[in-house]
């Protein structure tokens, strides 16, 4: 339920930051006075690559994800928040372009972990139910939240201070990660003397 959650969230964030993009760096360099638009495209591509190169770095990592994957989620959060933020305060383009490319390479990264931990412990037929539901939850709250943040029917926001409330939304996303790991981790860490101690006086008693 967890890896789900953040699949959906996390998906929804890199939609709303992906579809508005463009927007952001024509407010920070407008193409009609600035020579740098012809980089836009070239810093897709560049995002697109190091992505790619960011879901296949996965395959060496040794952690247990199983122990230790929240808390990864919640310092991606923060990550991402950070980048959003220089993003928003920035006025130099090159450190936008800089920063969407962390940003996507980030969430490739995660997100390949997330469908990896989700995929071990399902089937092919019940891994494509719950990649449609995902995919449903994380395109729906994108349709709320652009009503609500974009569209005119809404607050109809400009661009640099929808880019502030996608930070805020990944910074309550680390908190609330960081926080539930921390305290899961705790938990264990109690349980596990507790057990300890319970077959030790099995073993006395035997």
Same mark, same amino acid.
């Given at each position: 339920? &967890?890896?789900?959650?953040?699949? /959906? +969230?996390?998906?929804?964030?890199?939609?709303?930051?992906?579809?508005?993009?463009?927007?952001?760096?024509? %407010?920070?360099?407008?193409?009609?006075?600035?020579?740098?638009?012809?980089?836009?495209?070239?810093?897709?591509?560049? /995002?697109?690559?190091?992505?790619?190169?960011?879901?296949?770095?996965?395959?060496?990592?040794?952690?247990?994800?199983?122990?230790?994957?929240?808390?990864?989620?919640?310092?991606?959060?923060?990550?991402?928040?950070? #980048?959003?933020?220089?993003?928003?305060?920035?006025?130099?383009?090159? $450190?936008?372009?800089?920063?969407?490319?962390?940003?996507?390479?980030?969430?490739?990264?995660?997100?390949?972990?997330?469908?990896?931990? +989700?995929?071990?412990?399902?089937?092919? &037929?019940?891994?494509?139910?719950?990649?449609? =539901?995902?995919?449903?939850? =994380?395109?729906?709250?994108?349709?709320?939240?652009?009503?609500?943040?974009?569209?005119? $029917?809404?607050?109809?926001?400009?661009?640099?201070?929808?880019?502030?409330?996608?930070?805020?939304?990944?910074?309550?996303?680390?908190?609330?990660? #960081?926080?539930?790991?921390?305290?899961? &981790?705790?938990?264990?860490? &109690?349980?596990?003397?507790?057990?300890?101690?319970?077959?030790? %006086?099995?073993?006395?008693?035997?």
């Amino acid at each position: 339920m &967890r890896w789900s959650v953040w699949w /959906a +969230l996390s998906t929804c964030g890199w939609m709303l930051v992906v579809n508005y993009i463009q927007n952001l760096w024509e %407010n920070i360099s407008p193409s009609a006075t600035n020579e740098t638009r012809v980089y836009n495209g070239a810093v897709e591509s560049v /995002a697109t690559i190091m992505g790619a190169l960011g879901a296949f770095s996965v395959s060496y990592i040794q952690t247990n994800l199983s122990k230790w994957g929240e808390i990864l989620l919640g310092c991606s959060s923060v990550f991402k928040c950070g #980048l959003l933020l220089l993003m928003y305060w920035t006025t130099s383009i090159w $450190a936008c372009y800089a920063a969407y490319v962390a940003y996507i390479l980030l969430y490739n990264f995660v997100i390949t972990i997330t469908q990896y931990q +989700l995929a071990v412990g399902l089937n092919t &037929r019940r891994f494509a139910l719950l990649f449609g =539901a995902n995919t449903f939850m =994380a395109v729906s709250l994108n349709t709320l939240l652009t009503v609500i943040i974009i569209d005119q $029917a809404g607050f109809g926001l400009d661009v640099e201070t929808q880019f502030l409330i996608y930070s805020v939304y990944f910074g309550i996303l680390a908190f609330i990660f #960081l926080l539930h790991g921390s305290y899961d &981790r705790l938990l264990s860490k &109690r349980t596990k003397p507790a057990e300890v101690n319970q077959d030790d %006086n099995a073993q006395n008693v035997d």
